[in-house]
Each structure stands twice: as structure tokens, then as C-alpha cells.
């Protein structure tokens, strides 16, 4: 590991400005993704801004009837939380999915949005890769792809979002608090928020210099039957070869997102009008254009049975 500075930060504008002014400068919380990378030298940043003695880690009721989730809300206490568990179950379900008991114990709100992909390639600094070094090229194309995209990636990179909490909160229509450097406040529909890799994979959110998350908001309860279901290698410390976030209302309706087979969480929600015809028309919508590996090809059809089962289980 280089060598860094550190301080702390004594509010999100503050915060927010001195890392505008350092572009090597980077915040930490729980720092369940950032050490790692550190550690491997795939980031590098001269400067720690410490945001854990913000007063961002609070869940409270919002005035439209929502619920608003500070950024430094820890991931165990947000799955726990009893207005979670009760109105946006879907919520609970995937954090509980994710990762270990002692990392969600750390990893809070608006790291596990920013998580960076679990990419093989990524990971192996021996190797190109253009979210590293843009422009280096990317080792996963023609490479081993099994745990890769097969939607909404490029020419230049076939990494996929590797986390649970961001699937299901596309589900719930999160909307995404932040503060720029200069004090501005800003609103961003959780859609919008993760990027597609297109030319720039190296950019992964619409997150401007020194931007930094404040919280995160949920619209009023949706009703219906929450469910998480996450498919992977083995039932614990993985992460997904496909997850479908999914609430089903008691007339067939509802709204499905998807995971582990894109570059951000994936929802059409011009398929979901089809659920009341089942799992393989909602499917064929949210995968169309996709452009699966020989290896990972497998996906769509996961997917779509990963559906099935969903609507099978919350029938009547």
C-alpha cells in the first residue's frame, strides 16, 4: 500500500470541497471495498477524507410518506431496520444476501452503491483493463466471462455491478441524495445514477468531482409480495451469476429488476407489463439487445426461470 494523508471531514459541503481540490483524494467510511483496492494498488489515492462523524447515518420518515436512509446508514442495521423489513422487504432480503454478517456490520449506504465491479480482469493489475487504465483495452473480451455482462455492455468493457442493495432499491424507484463542492443539494433518480461503460467505462456514476452521497430516499410503500432471489456458485460470500429483485402485486402486476448481468442494475419497465403473462415475455423484453459470451449465454435463461419461480411463489 502507498503512502496517504488522512483527515476528517466536519460536514458534506466541507467534504465534498476538499475533495474537489485534490483529485487524488478519496472518502471513507467502512471501507469495505476502498482497503481492498488499496491494498492491490488498483486505487491509489494521497488522500483519506474520513465521513464517519457525519451525521449521515440515521433512518427516518420522510414527508411523503417515504423513508429517507443516510449515507452512513451500515448495511446490517438497514436490513433490520422494522420499517424495512415491513414495507420494503425487497430491501431487507438483498442486503441480507450480500456479502458476510461482519461486512455488512461496516459497509454502509453509499459505498455498497459505489462498490466497483468484481471483474476478474479488474482485479488482476497483470492485466488490461480500461476501467484501470482507460484505453489499455479489456482482457474479459475473449477471455473467461462466465460472471460477466451480457447487457448494457460495450466494446470497451463487459464488467458487471456486483452489488444486491442497488438492485432491489432500482425496484423501489430510490432516488439518490447528494452535496457538491459548492453547497448545491441534488436529487438523482437511482436510474440514472450508474452509468453504462459505453467509450468511458471508467466512469461509473453521474457522481460530478467531489460529489458526495448524503442519503437515500424511498417513495411510500408500493404494497404487494417483496422477493429477492439470488442465484450464485455457492449459498454464502458470493456474488450473483444472476438476481432478480421483484414485487409482485395480488392482480400479477409488479415491477422486476435484475442483477448480475449488467454494468448497473438492470430494469425495463416496458416488460413488466407483461408479468401477468409470465416469466419468459417479461424476459424477452428486459434482455432484449443483449449480447451474452458463449460462456455466459446461460444467463438469460437463469433469469427467466430465476422469474418463474418468483411468480410461482407469490401466486394468490
Known sequence: MKQFTYERAASPAEAASKAANNQNAKFIAGGTNLLDLMKLEIESPTHLIDVNGLDLDKIEQS????????????????????????????LSRALLAGASGQLRNKATTAGNLLQRTRCPYFYDTA???????PGSGCSAIGGVTRQLGVIG??????????????????????TVETVKPDGAKRAIPIAD?????????EIETTLERGEIIT?????????????YRKVRDRASYAFALVSVAAIIQPDGTGRVAVGGVAPKPWRVEEAEADLPQGSKAVMAKVF???????????KVTLAERTLAGILEETKG
Open 288 to 298: 432484449a439487445g443483449a449480447k451474452p459470451t458463449e460462456e455466459n449465454s446461460f
Open 193 to 201: 445514477f450508474h452509468k453504462l461503460p459505453g467509450d468511458t467505462p
Open 127 to 133: 492485466q488490461p483493463c480500461n476501467k484501470r487504465k
Open 63 to 90: 414527508e411523503d410518506g417515504g423513508v429517507r436512509i443516510g449515507a452512513l446508514v451500515r448495511n446490517t442495521d438497514l436490513a433490520s431496520d422494522e420499517r424495512i423489513r415491513r414495507d420494503y422487504g425487497v
Open 215 to 227: 442519503a437515500v430516499t424511498l417513495p411510500a410503500p408500493v404494497g404487494g409480495k417483496h422477493v
Open 153 to 174: 455492455v460495450s466494446d470497451a468493457c463487459i464488467a458487471t455491478h456486483p452489488g444486491d442493495m442497488a438492485i432491489a432499491m432500482r425496484a423501489l424507484d430510490a
